[in-house]
């Protein structure tokens, strides 16, 4: 059965536009570190006979008949996440990251309430305090950020200001921050302050399950991530804690409910209703792709790719932040070119040489978010292809010239040309290429 047939039938329109979508992938070089190309039987699970199922509730809890098949699924999911991660309890049921960092707020902290996040031109995500997002509209956050002078954190500085705000929960976690996590320093001080630690990992999921980055799983309360980015899987999130709050005396005394309980609350009947099963079906299929030695070598590959990525871009003097990365993140500063606040100049002439990225702010920006002077660069979508060390060289080169002609179309043109013919050599899904 083709279902692309089907849609061709339905709707031509969408069909086309499909296939030009796909070709746009096929043919590009995708660096944006959020996106990755997720399995084959992913997509065919997010397209299946579970997207017709409604089944609030949770296992053996539901609220609608017809849900036995439905169960088995969502329990299969729950155990292959505690297994991959180690966690002690995992809800498998947020419908993405936000709504999953949501939940956690939900759950632990009351209105006003005053935490510690970080910031957001610094590295940290809109959900770590923006004032333009719930989580900065509607609670107290107190922002951590990088040393300027290294651009890193200084976990001794977040010591500091913890003491002085006595908040009720710190954010570990990163969007834009190329350089590792110590998940135990934060979990340190979060138990010297009385302050539940949330550890959002969206970002390096697929490193933590792969063994490439520390897991916060053995020490922070609670750890949200999503199923896509360098997981691989479909878009949506999951929720792992721990069983029993530790600060449940000092702030839920009233309460029966033990940290697992306080989540899976949070998040149904409290956030959500029912959840999306056609995609629990694909976050089950994904955490199986996980736990396979093959997944491991491609979570390392992704870290070597980045440091060899970063290193070629530094050595055609292109600045980094931090100078390097850690992680599956690059963050390039347009400052030094003569490019402050043209980072949308940028992503737009990169966008026209077939190298997808994204504008993005530097620490202390001068500019704005929407005219920032950065570009932020990942490595896990081109590592799904199969590229490895000899192809960051070219895709740097292909960068490089792009910033240094400040965006001129007759390079970004030059470049795209290279880009074809990297891209011809990776298949995006072997045997459905468009490519001939």
């Not at 096929?26 to 660096?31: A, R």
């Not at 053996?60 to 991959?84: C, T």
């Not at 509607?138 to 002085?164: F, G, W």
Request: glycine share 8%.
């Amino acid at each position: 059965m083709n279902l692309m047939n089907d849609i061709f039938e339905a709707d031509s329109e969408i069909a086309d536009l499909i296939l030009k979508e796909l070709k746009r992938q096929e043919e590009g070089i995708e660096l944006i570190p959020s996106e990755n190309y997720t399995y084959r039987a992913v997509l065919q699970a997010v397209g299946s006979v579970f997207t017709n199922k409604y089944s609030e509730g949770y296992p053996k809890k539901r609220y609608y008949g017809g849900n036995e098949v439905v169960d088995e699924v969502e329990q299969i999911a729950i155990d292959r996440a505690k297994q991959l991660f180690g966690a002690e309890h995992v809800n498998v049921q947020p419908y993405s990251g936000s709504p999953a960092n949501q939940a956690v707020y939900f759950a632990l902290l009351n209105l006003k309430d005053k935490y510690l996040g970080f910031n957001l031109t610094s590295g940290g995500h809109l959900t770590h305090g923006s004032h333009v997002n719930f989580s900065g509209k509607n609670y107290t956050c107190v922002s951590y950020d990088v040393d300027p002078k290294t651009e890193m954190l200084d976990m001794d500085n977040v010591r500091k200001l913890a003491i002085q705000e006595k908040p009720k929960m710190i954010i570990s976690g990163l969007t834009a921050y190329p350089r590792a996590i110590d998940f135990k320093a934060f979990q340190e001080i979060c138990e010297e302050v009385n302050a539940y630690q949330l550890a959002d990992i969206s970002h390096i999921a697929g490193l933590v399950a792969g063994g490439a980055h520390m897991s916060p799983v053995p020490y922070a309360d609670v750890v949200t991530t999503t199923t896509h980015k360098s997981l691989r899987g479909p878009r949506g999130a999951i929720i792992m804690c721990k069983t029993e709050d530790r600060l449940h005396d000092l702030y839920h005394p009233t309460s029966k409910k033990n940290l697992a309980q306080l989540i899976d609350s949070a998040v149904f009947p409290g956030l959500q209703g029912g959840p999306h099963d056609h995609v629990t079906a694909a976050k089950a299929i994904t955490f199986k792709e996980a736990m396979k030695p093959e997944f491991k070598e491609y979570a390392q590959q992704i870290v070597k790719n980045a440091k060899a990525l970063a290193d070629e871009l530094m050595a055609l003097d292109i600045k980094l932040v931090s100078n390097g990365t850690d992680n599956h993140l690059i963050l390039i500063d347009l400052r030094p070119d003569g490019l402050t606040g043209e980072g949308k100049l940028i992503q737009n002439a990169l966008d026209a040489a077939g190298i997808t990225t994204n504008k993005n702010t530097v620490p202390y920006e001068p500019s704005t978010p929407f005219n920032p002077s950065g570009i932020r660069l990942g490595t896990p979508a081109i590592t799904s292809r199969g590229m490895k060390e000899s192809e960051m060289k070219v895709i740097a080169s292909g960068i490089a010239r792009v910033i240094k002609s400040k965006g001129d179309k007759s390079v970004s043109a030059k470049v795209h040309e290279e880009i074809l013919e990297l891209t011809k050599e990776f298949p995006l899904y072997p045997g459905l290429s468009i490519l001939k």
